[in-house]
Structures are given as structure tokens and as C-alpha cells.
């Protein structure tokens, strides 16, 4: 699902008039680029994704000619982090499209580019393969539209057991999306991955912003049939999707009474449901003949019949199509229709099923420990639970009807800072052991942790009363907290139980 841009476009190309158009509205961040912020490509500010991140290492690429968001990127040799994650603010239920280029540009000294995993909010969204594109000579990048379901949205890279050097990003985009597009798709549950956006006949460049006032990329498509352009513009948001009128300044056509062959996209899918939006307009000058009617097929399977195209033009979607291996779309025009069919633009997402979130109050609870401890693991961002192979480091999760946070292990991990009373959201969390640390501070209040069976802070800087509502946990049958600074007795509630082992 990798798509190519050319890397090579030379710096004294780009336009110098950045302040007189508006920028779309997300996040354009230039990976690696420290503290020079402002990278300008295509009229576009990107700014530095420092404050977005606190893991990575950065560095610049000596390949001349970079478009300058190619030439530095961030990347992550820490083996034992589970994820590296980005955080960015969003607005919470809006639609987000993510993009994510790759220029590996042999920055560690390799001769290959690493592969390994992108995620995005706790779903696995694809494996990063840029082998080939960079073999010739070309970046990569991956895009996925899906919905902010808080007030952050995280972006995450891992390791998985093909990744033999450090994973790195180039550049991450959020472009925020109208609530119209797409909205036949029910973004609670699923995503899009894009696997082709293509302006069929263009020539030369990608179509975007300020052409797509989206920011969305149009890639040009060009086969062996020939191309017509179109005599009357369109008015974008009289489309489904809002694509942008330079999309249908050609198309591809073929001649009179002869059937329409496609081979789009280009490469092979995986067997899976895809998300799938066509775009047509009769290219001639408008009059009560230009229109041209059709039946659209894909793979032999009926899309739809009798299709009649006018100069208006017109979207025609499926929201769930199976789709496997090459595909191939077919125009067949009516009996005797005196034009042949037309193709202006097409769009193809793969519908990707999400996996989940932890629950809330336990993502709450974690990423306040995530601040109040001094130096907690690296990869103590994202959600801290999801994907499974990719949960925080010392987290182990339940995951059945809700994920769940149940176990939390930081026993000797060098960390200071304290234990806030949030800890105490954690209430299917049945062991807490954070020994042999330097934490300090009192002891909270927990007695809402009514799963918790084993507490260990042994070995801390913690002072004060060790809580009375300890003795109110009906499943705690071990608790050590010997070598702090505590004062007090332990609760007689505590004392009192039957087999449980304390240690003060
Ligand atoms: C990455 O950065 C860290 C912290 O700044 C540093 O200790 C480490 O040596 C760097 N790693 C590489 C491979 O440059
Ligand atoms: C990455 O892509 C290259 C080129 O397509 C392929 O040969 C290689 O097997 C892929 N690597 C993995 C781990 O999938
Ligand atoms: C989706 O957007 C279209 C086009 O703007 C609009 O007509 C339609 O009512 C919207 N549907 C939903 C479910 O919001
Ligand atoms: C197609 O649409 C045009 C314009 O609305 C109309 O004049 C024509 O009759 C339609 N053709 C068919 C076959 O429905
Ligand atoms: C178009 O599809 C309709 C309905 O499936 C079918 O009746 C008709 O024959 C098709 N037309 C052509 C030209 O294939
Ligand atoms: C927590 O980690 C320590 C050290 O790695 C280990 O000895 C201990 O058994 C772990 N505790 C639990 C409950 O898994
Ligand atoms: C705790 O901090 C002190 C200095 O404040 C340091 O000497 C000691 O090594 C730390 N202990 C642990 C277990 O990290």
C-alpha cells in the first residue's frame, strides 16, 4: 500500500508566496528537523515534531537536493521500547487524515531500509516496507483517515521480527477532514487506509492542497487508452468527498460503442473489504446531448447500472466492496450509445477494522503516572495497552469486554518521582509492584483497588502513614513495604487478615 513520490525537486522550485494562502487545518510535521522549524514545500509550512515526541534520536541526510522535508528525519534505536509514539492535539470526534512519508536515505550507514510497524491510537494500521521505493530512487508514504476519539491522537512506529535496524519517520501529517467525507463509513469502528487516490489522464504532478482543500494527494493515472479533457469545470462540493476540480480536468475514455477496460490500482490487494469512490463527468460542452450512459463493473461484479453521465458530473460509492489480488474496472456503454464511457477520478481505501481502546479511567489513570513518575519508560505514550504486542513497558492488560490495565511491574527501573492518588482508578489492577525505586512522597489512598492482591513499594523513599484503606482491599494477601521512610503502624484491618503476608 506504499505509494511513490519523486524525491529529486529542486529547492529554488518552490514558490516564495507561503503567507497568501491559507494552511489547511492539522499538523504538518517535518520529523527530525530540531529546532529550525518552516520547512516550505508546495506553498506548505511544516513546523519541527519536537514537542510532539520525547523519544528518537534525529539527524540530517547528506543526499543534495532533498526536498526538505526528506532531508533530516527522527529515528529510534532503543530495542527495548515496545513502540515510539507521537501525540498530537486534535479535535475529539473530528476525522483525521494521517499521513506518514519515509526516506530512509541510508542514515544509519545500511545499504536497506528497516521494516517494521506503523500504529495508529491502538490499532496496528500497517507494516512500513520501503525496500523497493527506495531502491528506486523514490520516498514512500502511507496515509489513513480515521476519527479522534479524544482530545489527543497518538501516532506510533514498533519493531516487529522482520525489523533488523532502527525504525525512523521522515514526515507525519494530520489533515483534518469535513464531517461529510466519507461519512457513510462508521469511523467508531473502522479506518481507511488509502491505497489509491489517482486523477486518471492527469499529467505531471500530484494534485493538492490548495487544489484539494483537504490536503489530499491525487495521484496522475495514465494506461493505454486515450484522454479527453473536460470543457466545463466542476464545482467541488457538489461531490460526494468534495474532490477537487483539477481532478477532473481529464479522463480516460475510450472510443465510441467499445467497452471501457481498467486496471486500477496498479498493484495487487489483499484479500479484504475496500472502500471505493468513482468520479465522472461527460468532458464535452455542455448541451441537452452531453451525457453518456454506462454500467460499471468491477471484477465481472455489477457496481452499477446505467450510469448516466452528465457535464454536472457525478460520484458513485460502495462503502464495504471485497476486493482481492489485481482489479480491473469495466465501463460498458449502452446499445448504441454515440460516445464511449468516461473515468475522471477514483479513490480506493482499504476499511480497517479498529482495535479498540483501554478504558478510559485506566488510560487516565496511567498517563498520570506517566507524569508524576521522574524518567518512566520511553515507551509510556500511546495507549498503554494496545496493540497487544505493543502494550507499555511493566503493563499487562486483560482484554475482554473492556481493556483493562490488571497488572503493573516497575521493580527496579531507577525511577523517582511520586505515586499519585489517580493510581487508585486502576480498579481491576491486581498487582502494584514498584520496588527497589527512589519514589517518594506519601502513600495514596486506595481502597477503590478492590482487585488488588499483591502491593510491593519495598524498597522507596516513601514517607508518612501507610493509608488506613489499605485494609479495606478484600483480595490483598501480600505487602511489602519495608526499607522507606514511613511512620505508623500498619491498619489493624490489615494485621488482622487471614494468610496475608506483610512486610514493613
Ligand atoms: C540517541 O540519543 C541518546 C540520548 O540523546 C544518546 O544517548 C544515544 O547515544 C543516541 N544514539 C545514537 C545511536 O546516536
Ligand atoms: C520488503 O519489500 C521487499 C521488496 O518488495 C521484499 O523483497 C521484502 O521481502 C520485504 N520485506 C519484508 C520483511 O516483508
Ligand atoms: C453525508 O454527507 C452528504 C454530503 O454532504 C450529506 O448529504 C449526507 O446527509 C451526509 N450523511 C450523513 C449520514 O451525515
Ligand atoms: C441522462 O441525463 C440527461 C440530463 O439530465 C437527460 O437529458 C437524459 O435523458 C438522461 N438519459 C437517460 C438515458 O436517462
Ligand atoms: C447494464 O446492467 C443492466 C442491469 O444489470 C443490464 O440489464 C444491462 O444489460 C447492462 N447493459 C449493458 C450494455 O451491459
Ligand atoms: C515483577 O518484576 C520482578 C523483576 O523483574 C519479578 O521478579 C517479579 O516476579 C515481577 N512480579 C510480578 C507480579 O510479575
Ligand atoms: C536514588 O537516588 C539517589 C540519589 O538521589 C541515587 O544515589 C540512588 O542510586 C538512587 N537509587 C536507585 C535505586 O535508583
Not at 53 to 70: A, D, E
Not at 134 to 144: K, Q
Not at 341 to 366: F, Y
Not at 456 to 484: A, D, T
Amino acid at each position: 500500500m506504499s505509494l511513490s513520490i519523486l524525491f529529486l525537486w529542486v529547492v529554488s522550485c518552490i514558490p516564495l508566496l507561503v503567507n497568501s494562502i491559507s494552511d489547511p487545518r492539522g499538523y504538518l510535521l517535518d520529523c527530525g528537523a530540531g529546532k529550525k522549524d518552516g520547512a516550505i514545500v508546495d506553498n506548505l509550512k511544516y513546523i519541527t515534531d519536537e514537542g510532539f515526541i520525547s523519544v528518537g534520536n534525529i539527524t540530517t541526510l547528506k543526499t543534495p537536493n532533498l526536498v526538505p522535508i526528506l532531508s533530516t528525519l527522527r529515528y529510534f534505536p532503543d530495542t527495548s521500547a515496545c513502540k515510539y509514539c507521537y501525540v498530537v492535539p486534535v479535535v475529539k470526534g473530528g476525522k483525521y487524515l494521517v499521513r506518514t512519508t519515509y526516506y530512509y536515505g541510508g542514515f544509519d550507514g545500511g545499504k536497506e531500509p528497516p521494516v517494521f510497524d506503523q500504529i495508529v491510537e491502538g490499532t496496528k494500521w500497517s507494516v512500513v516496507n520501503t525496500t523497493e521505493d527506495y531502491a528506486n530512487g523514490l520516498s514512500s508514504y502511507y496515509e489513513i483517515m480515521v476519527m479522534a476519539t479524544g482530545k489527543m491522537l497518538s501516532f506510533c512506529l514498533a519493531r516487529n521480527e522482520d525489523t533488523k535496524s532502527s525504525p525512523f519517520i521522515s514526515a507525519l501529517e494530520l489533515e483534518y477532514m469535513d464531517d461529510s467525507l466519507y461519512n457513510t463509513t462508521d469511523f467508531k469502528k473502522f479506518a481507511l487506509a488509502t491505497v489509491a487516490r489517482s486523477s486518471f489522464g492527469s499529467a505531471g504532478d500530484s494534485i493538492s492542497f490548495p487544489d484539494d482543500e483537504f490536503n489530499r494527494l491525487w495521484q496522475p493515472f495514465k494506461d493505454m487508452n486515450p484522454i479527453v479533457e473536460s470543457h466545463v469545470n466542476i464545482t467541488p462540493s457538489d461531490f460526494w468527498n468534495m474532490p477537487p476540480e483539477k481532478a477532473f480536468y481529464n479522463a480516460i475514455t475510450t472510443s465510441r460503442g467499445k467497452t471501457l477496460q481498467i486496471n486500477w490500482p496498479q498493484n495487487p490487494l489483499s484479500n479484504a473489504k475496500y472502500y471505493i469512490s468513482l468520479y465522472f463527468q461527460d468532458n464535452r460542452t455542455p448541451s441537452p446531448y452531453s451525457w453518456r450512459v454506462f454500467n460499471v463493473s468491477i471484477n465481472g461484479k455489477n457496481f452499477f447500472s446505467d450510469l448516466n453521465v452528465t457535464t454536472d458530473g457525478v460520484t458513485v460509492y460502495s462503502t464495504q466492496w471485497p476486493l482481492s489480488g489485481q482489479t480491473q474496472i469495466v465501463l460498458t456503454p449502452r446499445n448504441g450509445s454515440p460516445v464511449g464511457p468516461v473515468i475522471n477520478a477514483g479513490e480506493i481505501m482499504q476499511i480497517l477494522p479498529l482495535g479498540g481502546k483501554t478504558l478510559t479511567r485506566d488510560v487516565v489513570a496511567m498517563e498520570e503516572l506517566a507524569r508524576m513518575f521522574n524518567k518512566p519508560p520511553s515507551d509510556w505514550s500511546g495507549d498503554p495497552c494496545l496493540p497487544k504486542e505493543n502494550s507499555w513497558t511493566g503493563v499487562t492488560c486483560s482484554h475482554e469486554k473492556h481493556v483493562r490495565v490488571v497488572a503493573l511491574n516497575l521493580t527496579g527501573m531507577e525511577m523517582s518521582g511520586t505515586l499519585p492518588s489517580k493510581v487508585a482508578k486502576l480498579s481491576a489492577l491486581n498487582h502494584l509492584w514498584l520496588g527497589g525505586n527512589n519514589l517518594s512522597g506519601k502513600i495514596p489512598e486506595m481502597g477503590s483497588m478492590k482487585e488488588l492482591k499483591t502491593l510491593h513499594l519495598e524498597n522507596n523513599k516513601f514517607e508518612g502513614k501507610v493509608p488506613k484503606s489499605l485494609g479495606q482491599l478484600p483480595k490483598l494477601k501480600e505487602i511489602f513495604l519495608q526499607n522507606n521512610k514511613l511512620s505508623g503502624e500498619i491498619p489493624s484491618s490489615l494485621q488482622k487478615k487471614k494468610g496475608i503476608k506483610i512486610r514493613m
